[in-house]
């Protein structure tokens, strides 16, 4: 049994969640709304505004999954109350965005026009030309979408030059000038 998935998860206020027959659970709050397929032999119990997910014991594979649908339960209303963002930075000469209607049109030194669609769900900032802010309900999408725009021109190990987390770190390596001096 998970230890992560016996820890309840709390309600917020202004969040609503509700458990169709079915068996998909939808959140509501006012970021936006998500909805979820749960397996079958998972169960939400939801007492003074938390909620417990359990397992049917009659089902044997659910219990591989018991930990990831409490994490998914909890990431949805994370989500739909407070939101999910990812912060990008371009770094070289001549590098910049801009958001043209529903596309992101990056200028990273490749000679064609490198537009990006953005999905119908995320809100997409630019500020300074140069750094790029992702905002979101659900957790996947902003991820699966930012490393997307990240792949684009990934850092490289020589100038560190690309598109890279605000975070993240690229360690840099010598180049043949280096080498040449031995």
Known sequence: MSRLGKIPIDLPKGVDLKLSPEGIVNVKGPKGTLNLEMKKGILLDIKDSKIHV??????????????????LINNMVIGVSVGFKKELTLIGVGFRATVKGNKIDL???????????????IQVKINK?????????????????????RDIRKPEP??????????EYVRKKA???AKAGK
Do not use: C
């Open 54 to 71: 359990s397992l049917d014991e009659k089902f044997k594979l659910t219990s591989a999954m018991y930990g990831l649908y409490r994490s």
């Open 107 to 121: 200028q990273v030194g490749y000679s064609h026009p490198t537009d990006i669609e953005i999905p119908k769900d």
């Open 129 to 149: 030309s140069v750094e790029i802010v992702i905002e979101g309900a659900d957790k996947q999408k902003v991820g699966q979408f930012a490393a997307s725009v």
């Open 158 to 167: 020589y100038k560190g030059k690309g598109i890279r987390y605000k975070d």
């Open 175 to 177: 180049g043949k000038a």
